[in-house]
């Protein structure tokens, strides 16, 4: 990423972020003090994570994509395990994210709740405080609740779009340049190459 703009960092305190080098973090995202993100982390455009009351952890594999915002109250953290995935424009305050986890799209997680392993939150979810979703269960609704269990080939689904996201690391590190706008597309313009994931409702009717 020789060139590229770097992400916004700032300490607080005397506390520094830390990203580790096989991490990519937008240049737009913002980071502030106590966050710490892990090996072929992904963070998106616009991303807020804010370590100036509570620590952030963003652990190994794990991706928060664009608009979303981590914080936390005074000493404690919100923490997204190994491969937790959260999705666009979701918002967690002290809550934790198990591995293998996700968070839906403008889905709200609150302080204490626990989103136990390979679980998911639904988009648009309101997860109250002190919640616990069970691993391998789906919780939806304002507020949420658990709906059921998850199968075999729903948790497949997420895994697989987590591993797209590690793979954007790679792709953003290594193609991602700042550039000028075309002013209209070539007649033969290629497509990225972005893997074979589709939604899950096409996956699982």
Not at 179 to 205: F, H, I, M, N, Q
């Amino acid at each position: 990423m020789s060139g590229f703009p770097r992400p916004r960092v700032y300490a607080i305190d005397g506390v520094v972020p830390v990203v580790h080098p096989d991490a990519f973090v937008h240049p737009s995202a913002v980071l502030i003090g106590d966050v710490v993100i892990g090996p072929g982390c992904y963070v998106g455009p616009c991303a807020s994570l804010r370590g100036d009351f509570g620590r952030i952890v963003l652990e190994a594999g794990s991706n928060v994509q664009d608009n979303c915002t981590l914080h936390a109250f005074p000493g404690l953290d919100a923490v997204v395990e190994e491969d937790g995935h959260i999705g666009h424009g979701a918002v967690l305050h002290g809550c934790i994210v198990r591995r293998n986890a996700l968070v839906g799209m403008n889905a709200v997680v609150m302080d204490g709740a626990v989103v136990e392993e390979s679980a998911i939150v639904a988009a648009m979810a309101f997860v109250k405080a002190g919640f616990r979703v069970p691993a391998r269960h789906l919780a939806a609704g304002l507020p949420a609740r658990v709906l059921r269990p998850l199968d075999d080939a729903e948790i497949a689904w997420k895994s697989e779009g987590t591993r797209d996201y590690q793979r954007l690391v790679a792709r953003s590190a290594a193609t991602m340049v700042a550039c000028d706008p075309l002013s209209e597309p070539e007649a033969d313009r290629p497509r990225v190459d972005a893997g074979t994931s589709k939604p899950l409702y096409t996956v699982k009717p």
